[in-house]
């Protein structure tokens, strides 16, 4: 019994593994597999190749600390499904302007060789929420 369950379990997860979707992000690198709902989000933890941190970011004069970054959402058009937020890592502002949902925005941060990513999968009034994608290994700081 314990042995068919995992079985599923097991081929469930990688069904939806091969469902994820993979991209090119906004900076043209190409993305790692990205989520578009909570159950592909937990398929791609599984796969342990990178860090995950969910967040709903609302519409405020101040940034919002996600991971070792900071956000704030500047604009949020939910007929459209659009957004304009700005990033602030290494002291260095970046405004990511008029992006889609489940479109990966990807910044490079010191230390790094693969970009961070953010993709969002819903945008509400005044609110985003979607996660942040940063990779398991750095390098260190020369």
Do not use: C, H, W
Request: glycine letters at 6%.
């Amino acid at each position: 019994m314990v042995k068919t369950d995992a079985a599923a379990t097991r081929s469930e997860l990688e069904k939806t593994i091969a469902d994820l979707k993979s991209t090119r992000g906004d900076l043209g690198v190409q993305s790692g597999l990205i989520a578009t709902n909570g159950k592909e989000l937990a398929a791609l933890r599984s796969l342990g190749e990178r860090q995950y941190t969910e967040f709903r970011l609302s519409k405020e004069k101040s940034p919002t600390k996600v991971g070792d970054v900071q956000m704030r959402l500047k604009s949020a058009d939910m007929k459209k499904n659009r957004y304009t937020i700005e990033l602030i890592a290494d002291d260095k502002l970046v405004e990511k302007k008029d992006k889609t949902i489940n479109e990966p925005v990807q910044v490079y941060v010191a230390g790094n060789r693969q970009p961070y990513e953010i993709v969002i999968n819903q945008v509400k009034k005044d609110a985003v929420v979607g996660y942040l994608s940063t990779p398991k290994v750095t390098l260190a700081r020369q």
